[in-house]
């Protein structure tokens, strides 16, 4: 899954930089199709500069540069990417435990950072 770049992680958990853990009940998710990368993610934090009615969030569905992906000898997968929107940048740092476990930082260029635990989802069939 995780190899070919196909793969959903679902979060149950934000850590917005300087506040404390955001339990979540509604199912958010981060879902990687290759070369593009789908986020439905809730934004907690401060904004430096944002269009006019708020914007977006981290709610897109963007094609991905920057791509690298590298597991190491205990079967942790680390994936690097960048996606960009018409109102920010995002680089994400994504890591995949072998028991499945998750975290995802992302870096705005105009939002402070924030973090997401979760679980990867089971593989869904064709």
């Known amino acids: 899954m995780i190899e070919n770049g196909r793969f959903t992680i679902e979060v149950d958990r934000a850590l917005p930089m300087g506040g404390r853990t ?9 879902e990687m199709r290759g070369d593009s990368a789908i986020s439905y993610l809730p934004y907690f934090g401060r904004a430096y500069s ?3 009615g708020g914007g977006d969030g981290m709610r897109f569905e963007e094609s991905i540069t920057d791509y690298q992906s590298t597991f190491d000898k205990k079967g942790t997968a680390r994936i690097k990417f960048v996606a960009r929107t018409k109102e920010d940048t995002f680089r994400f740092d994504v890591q995949v435990f072998s028991n499945g476990s998750a975290i995802i930082s ?10 997401y635990q979760g679980e990867l989802a089971p593989k869904k069939e064709d």
């Open 22 to 30: 955001v339990h979540l009940t509604t199912p958010y998710s981060l």
């Open 50 to 52: 944002l269009p006019y």
């Open 106 to 115: 992302v870096t705005p260029t105009n939002r402070q950072n924030i973090t």
